[in-house]
């Protein structure tokens, strides 16, 4: 028998399947095309294939390897009908700066369909040490001892002592170089701060992390001249000046492009240009209380004095704020949160053109300095105010559990609070991972505009899931206000974190995958400007790179779906499955992508349901990796195994489903009932996982309930007061107290089955137990004393009538009163 044709003649289903095998095999490694076409010519030769067959093959197989050839005779082609059928996603000019400002990073990976496992281990996780643990015990732990949450509130405003500390300590400049008399705190410094003054006041930590966020110190550290960073940055660093940045206007928040505050340049009548300001803002935290304004307005130059043309586009400023025209004075009531949130306004203001930051060369390039400091600020802020806030309840409400009874049991020990304390618990570990996987990379000099929105968005979404546990579980002693409440004014500013620095409906719906997907993905972008180009060889490599990359995830995609995830290429250890899940999740989620962009083109950015759904996906990729690398970097405590993997398996049931709301309400015409019917079915037979069981999360529930090490850890960067005349010091005493008494009870309680005393509760029971020997006079008193304390400490407080009485606020607005008169 010839060798030509022997799989047909002897073989042929077995020669199929070696066929289809080899063709998944080059699929999921990602064979370059001239391993296909010499896999190709393989199997026709033995196959025995026809010429016919031979030249209907190999012609479109040598068209594409011939680049030349390729572009002439398919390039053009497709150009042609992209072009005609206008299907292409068009790119406003705020969008297109957004997408280019800032960096890829795990995004990246994780949209790659092959993340590489390697690379994110070499990543840095580092842990707060040296000169900034010395700042958190000294300065920071002073400040948060300085502050009553309660007073704040009651009075609207931190105490002056507080405000002249901060400024004397630099906490306003933290990120200010040290050389401008800073501390010039790394990223992970500045977000320890803000975590740790979070779990004592949320005024006391937006009054610090505001100046340290986007705004002028940043700006001007990055873009400034040299004379306005000598002349501000060592007067922002030690409080001379209080800094604001006025961006977001009744009509433009997340929309900038809707801006109207204007800037105008004219020739004064000295000769010096200057610009006349005019703006309506709000929303804008310190303003009341600013010294130095930074400001965004459209600029325009109508007799082209910069040499620019007449539409300069967004400019940011700084104005002073004693300038003639300048408008503060009102506050907004923010939930009734005591931190100055305020309107501003500006009535032909005049500065000079070197004001503009960076000067006059800087003119019109503001929304690119924004987007780009802005993947940073959102990296660090309010992910660490989530964080150190998620920890604060995971500490109040583990010690809450232990020492609140009901039916004579401890309430940790019910099932029913079981079950929400594992989420906070389990929530804590995974934001606590998150902030520090993000920060790092902030620290390595990444700026990471996708990964910063999520982490912005999924911390603030977590915190707000934590806190509502936390007042469900200490319920009375939760909703009733005073000194010792420890939870309520935490609830009741939650919403204010989910609305700034991009709301979260926009940043889920629009921001992480609508955008997230053409920035992260290694070829869309670059077809995208290739064609508005008119560059067609660039748009013809990576367009057939892009083919290529489809190939490959679609095979990667079914092949670790198959296996579970069992042919990827990942760490050893105990977490050896969750790794094999995020490269399964990855090539489905990479290959998804792209059929999203192929199939919605220009309409994907309308299809806000779809594209939440995907950045739910990304989302909960990024916080699993996250997860992973800090159970990894942390040396794979085992105390801390159950809160990694209770978080890992909520990662995935989320991403399972997203998926299946993707494949639900997926809108392709010839593939919708495919996607409808077998695939969803598939992928609910064949999950990426449900929610964490209840014996795992009683393992998470329990580590929060007891004084010691892991509890201590999981909750690093807590403000404790050692007070027990404080709330939080108190639950810490009480804890601490009841902790001990349970070895005493547990001799009353075996006394009780000996029968040598009476059945009741062993608290109640303590007096006749040191009569009858069975537990000694110390004993007897430490009961004593955890029982007053546990009474002392589920105490709420309650107030006379008369205090009661409230001074209503009158809101004040002067175009609304100008309007009705």
């Known amino acids: ?38 896999f190709a010519a393989a199997v026709l030769f033995l196959f025995g294939a026809h010429p016919i067959v031979w030249i209907i093959v190999g012609v479109p197989l040598v068209i594409l390897l011939v680049k030349p050839i390729r572009r002439i005779l398919i390039t053009n082609t497709i150009v042609g009908i992209l072009k005609k059928l206008n299907i292409l996603p068009e790119i406003s000019e705020t969008e297109r700066v957004a997408l280019e400002a800032g960096s890829t990073w795990v995004d990246k990976e994780l949209l790659s369909g092959k993340p590489d496992f390697k690379a994110l281990a070499r990543e840095p996780y580092k842990k707060a040490a040296g000169e900034i643990t010395e700042f958190l015990n000294g300065p920071v732990e002073k400040v948060c001892a300085m502050v009553d949450d309660w007073e704040v509130y009651k009075d609207g405003d931190l105490p002056q002592e507080v405000w002249d500390y901060l400024k004397k300590e630099k906490f306003f400049g933290m990120i200010i170089p040290k050389e401008y008399g800073g501390l010039g705190f790394s990223a992970l410094a500045n977000s320890e701060v803000v975590a740790k003054l979070s779990t004592r006041s949320g005024p006391l930590a937006i009054t610090v992390m505001v100046p340290n966020s986007l705004g002028p110190a940043e700006l001007l550290a990055h873009y400034g001249t ?25 009509g433009a928040g997340s929309d900038a492009g809707g801006m109207q505050s204007t800037g105008v340049v004219f020739k004064d009548d000295d000769g010096s240009l200057k610009i006349r300001l005019n703006w309506e803002k709000r929303y804008i935290t310190l303003a009341a209380v600013s010294t130095v304004l930074g400001l965004a307005v459209k600029l325009r130059d109508p007799d082209n004095h910069l040499g620019k043309g007449e539409d300069l586009g967004i400019t940011c400023l700084l104005v002073p704020s004693k300038a003639d025209g300048v408008v503060l004075g009102q506050r907004h009531n923010p ?81 029913g609070i079981e079950e929400p304390l594992a989420r906070i618990g389990g929530f804590s570990y995974l934001l606590e991972a998150s902030r520090i996987f993000t920060v790092g990379a902030v620290d390595s000099g990444i700026k990471p505009s996708v990964v910063s929105a999520i982490a912005k968005y999924n ?105 579970r995830g069992r042919l990827a290429s990942t760490p050893g250890g105990p977490m050896k499955k969750y790794y094999r899940k995020i490269a399964w999740a990855s090539a489905s989620f990479s290959f998804m992508s792209d059929l999203a962009l192929g199939s919605y083109g220009g309409g994907l950015k309308l299809r806000e349901k779809i594209t939440g759904r995907y950045a739910d996906v990304l989302s909960w990729l990024y916080l699993a990796t996250a997860t992973l690398h800090r159970f990894e970097a942390e040396g794979r405590k085992k105390d801390h195994q159950p809160y990694a993997e209770w978080a890992l398996q909520y990662a995935f049931a989320q991403i399972q489903e997203a998926f299946d709301g993707i494949y639900e309400n997926i809108e392709i015409p010839v593939l919708r009932p495919l996607f409808r ?6 992928s609910r037979l064949n999950s990426f996982g449900g929610m964490p069981n209840d014996h795992l999360g009683r393992k998470v529930a329990a580590g929060l309930c007891k004084p010691g090490q892991l509890r201590d850890e999981l909750t690093y960067g807590v403000y404790v007061p050692t007070d027990v005349n404080e709330a939080l010091g108190r639950y810490e005493h009480t804890l601490k107290l009841v902790t001990e008494a349970n070895g005493v009870y547990k001799k009353i309680v075996k006394a009780i089955k000996a029968k040598k005393l009476p059945r009741g509760k062993p608290d109640a029971l303590a007096k006749k137990a040191l009569e009858a020997n069975v537990i000694t006079k110390e004993d007897f008193d430490l009961v004593q004393r955890a029982e007053a304390a546990r009474d002392d400490a589920i105490q709420v407080d309650s107030f006379k009538l008369e205090e009661f009485a409230t001074n209503l606020l009158t809101p004040h607005n002067e175009k609304a009163e100008a309007a009705n008169s």
């Open 459 to 563: 911390s603030t979404e977590l915190f707000r899931k934590a806190i509502n546990d936390g007042m469900d579980i200490l319920g009375g002693a939760a909703i009733s206000r005073g000194k010792r409440n420890l939870l309520a004014n935490g609830y009741i500013s939650t919403p204010i974190g989910i609305t700034v620095e991009g709301a979260n409906i926009l940043t889920r719906s629009m921001i992480i995958f609508g955008q997230g997907v053409i920035r992260c993905h290694p070829y869309a972008y670059q077809e995208l400007k290739a064609l508005t180009d008119g560059d067609v060889k660039g748009f013809d490599d990576n367009f057939f790179s892009h083919v290529g990359f489809v190939n490959r995830n679609l095979c990667r995609a079914l092949l670790l779906s198959l296996t």
């Open 677 to 682: 019917g077998p695939i969803k079915i598939w």
């Open 1 to 38: 028998m010839e060798l030509n044709g022997i799989l047909a003649e002897s073989y042929p289903t077995v020669g199929a399947i070696l066929a289809v095998l080899g063709a998944l095999t080059l699929g999921f490694v990602g064979a370059k095309l001239i391993v296909w076409t010499v």
């Open 226 to 250: 040299q004379a306005q960073k000598d002349h501000y940055l060592p007067r922002l660093a030690d409080g001379r000046e209080i800094p604001c940045f006025a961006l977001t206007e009744p």
């Open 335 to 415: 939930m009734g949160v005591p931190f100055y949130n305020c309107p501003t306004s500006g009535n032909d203001v005049v500065v000079d053109i070197d004001q503009i930051i960076g000067g006059p060369d800087y003119a019109g390039r503001g929304w690119q300095m924004l987007m780009e400091c802005l993947a940073v600020g959102r990296s660090i802020s309010l992910p660490a105010q989530s964080t150190g806030g998620a920890k604060y309840v995971a500490r109040v409400a583990g010690a809450y559990s232990a020492i609140r009874k009901q039916f004579g049991l401890e309430i940790g020990k019910f099932e």
